[in-house]
T-cell receptor
Framework: EAAVTQSPRSKVAVTGGKVTLSCHQT?????MYWYRQDTGHGLRLIHY???????EKGDIPDGYKASRPSQENFSLILELASLSQTAVYFC????????????FGSGTRLTVL | GEQVEQRPPHLSVREGDSAIIICTYT??????FSWYKQEAGAGLQLLMS?????DRKEEQGLTVLLNKKDKRLSLNLTAAHPGDSAVYFC???????????FGSGTKLTVEP
């Protein structure tokens, strides 16, 4: 069974602080993604990566950085957290050979105060 | 690139009734479409995918219809039960087939 693990499950951060969300997959997948979920907006892609040490911008990359130090790990970094970044964040992975199946983690609920 | 609009945002049905969720898309060259289900407090899980050359696909009480003329994709849960209560998303790949664009989601509630 494919496994994507996110940490922490929830976090409260202060405005202007640094936040790092972590994602680990044991699927041996090439692709990893960070999505943000807001009520009424569905999922929006922030960053993704198809190989270690390389990241690509998604649809809403502003205010976020991503890091892929290894095939298994993919982090999302908020250098200066803002109120508007309060959301649920999902990590996902996908095999290069599978066109449509993304495997999602359980999400991280981030609240910025 | 692809744009996907999903409706309704909320849907409430009685147990045993049908529930229909619709997505419209813009790119007629889209190769396939997918439906994902998100249960409370969990990530999304793939329900079903259909290739763009398929008009209808049925699996385990779910029916997906693809109307290419109207650029409309629908998910029909026949005889819904309370366990189907969740948020459902349609998805389509962007020009880069390794990136998915998701609809805004439909929260389905099935009442006993």
């Amino acid at each position: 069974e494919a496994a994507v693990t996110q940490s922490p499950r929830s976090k409260v951060a202060v405005t202007g602080g640094k936040v790092t969300l972590s994602c680990h997959q044991t699927n041996n997948h090439d692709y990893m993604y960070w999505y943000r979920q807001d009520t009424g907006h569905g999922l929006r892609l922030i960053h993704y990566s198809y190989v270690a040490d390389s990241t690509e911008k998604g649809d809403i990359p502003d205010g976020y950085k991503a890091s892929r130090p290894s095939q298994e790990n993919f982090s999302l970094i908020l250098e200066l957290a803002s109120l508007s970044q309060t959301a649920v964040y999902f990590c996902a992975s996908k095999d290069r050979g599978s066109a449509e199946t993304l495997y999602f983690g359980s999400g991280t609920r981030l609240t910025v105060l | 690139g692809e744009q996907v609009e999903q409706r309704p945002p909320h849907l409430s049905v009685r147990e045993g009734d049908s529930a229909i969720i619709i997505c419209t898309y813009t790119d007629s060259a889209t190769a396939y479409f997918s439906w994902y289900k998100q249960e409370a407090g969990a990530g999304l899980q793939l329900l079903m995918s259909v290739l763009s050359n398929v008009d209808r696909k049925e699996e385990q009480g779910l029916t997906v219809l693809l109307n290419k003329k109207d650029k409309r994709l629908s998910l029909n849960l026949t005889a819904a039960h309370p366990g189907d209560s969740a948020v459902y998303f349609c998805a389509a790949p962007k020009t880069n087939y390794n990136v998915l664009y998701f609809g805004s989601g439909t929260k389905l509630t099935v009442e006993p």
